[in-house]
Structure formats: C-alpha cells, structure tokens
C-alpha cells in the first residue's frame, strides 16, 4: 500500500508505505519538515449541497 498505520504511539499513528518513504526523501533533500494529520471524518473532501467542503479539504479551505 501507499500508506498505511504501521503502529501507534503515544496515541498517535505511526505511517509507513511507499509514499512515507518518498516523502522522507525529499524531506532530506529539501529541508523541510511537516505533520501528518487525518480528518476527523475520515474523508478526503467534497462539497455538501451548499457548496462546504467536508474532510481534508475543509481543513486547507479553513486554514484548521
């Protein structure tokens, strides 16, 4: 799989997969640092009937 939750700690996920690893990599390479997060939904996004977005992408739209 691309990523999956490989264990937790201290109640929070630990991620592993393809895209963890490449991730890492160009962390290395670009010097950059970042946190994973998941929506409290479980969803990626969509738009309701009113035009608000839900999951992950409510949370960018939000600045959350």
């Known amino acids: ?7 937790q700690t201290e109640g ?3 991620y592993e997969g ?3 690893d490449l ?4 962390k290395e390479k670009m010097g ?6 998941t929506s409290k939904d479980g ?5 309701d009937k009113l035009g608000n977005w839900n999951g992950l992408i409510e ?5 959350v």
Not at 32 to 37: E, K
Not at 43 to 47: D, L, Y
Request: charged fraction near 20%; avoid cysteine; glycine fraction near 4%.
């Open 1 to 7: 799989p691309f990523v999956k939750i490989a264990n």
């Open 12 to 14: 929070k996920p630990q």
């Open 18 to 20: 393809f895209s963890i």
């Open 23 to 26: 991730l890492e990599k160009i």
């Open 32 to 37: 950059f640092t970042y946190t994973l997060t």
């Open 43 to 47: 969803k990626m996004g969509s738009k």
């Open 59 to 63: 949370y960018i739209v939000n600045k």
